[in-house]
């Protein structure tokens, strides 16, 4: 269990919703599909305030890095 401060809230709900919008390769995932991505929003009509785009590309970032070493790991 964790804490979402609520400025946050939205984004991670988004985060949420958009898991099906990752692109794969030979060696895993390697980021979202930013046209997906913009398709989800305009499907749910989500108005995003400024800097929406950093959040998720930080968010991406971040899972991209964790699922990277659970590939080192082996998990």
């Known amino acids: 269990m964790f804490e979402v401060w609520p400025d946050n809230v939205e984004m991670l709900n ?3 919703r958009i898991q099906t919008q990752w ?7 390697t980021g ?8 989800v929003i305009a499907m749910l ?3 995003l305030p400024k800097g ?3 959040d998720l590309q ?3 970032t ?3 890095r ?3 070493e659970g590939r080192e790991n082996g998990a």
């Open 45 to 47: 009509a989500l108005t």
């Open 32 to 39: 979202l599909d930013y046209a997906g991505v913009q398709a």
């Open 52 to 54: 929406w785009f950093d």
């Open 23 to 29: 692109r794969s390769g030979v060696n895993g995932i």
């Open 62 to 64: 971040a899972a991209l």
């Open 14 to 16: 988004l985060f949420m």
């Open 58 to 60: 930080a968010m991406e």
């Open 66 to 68: 964790i699922m990277a």
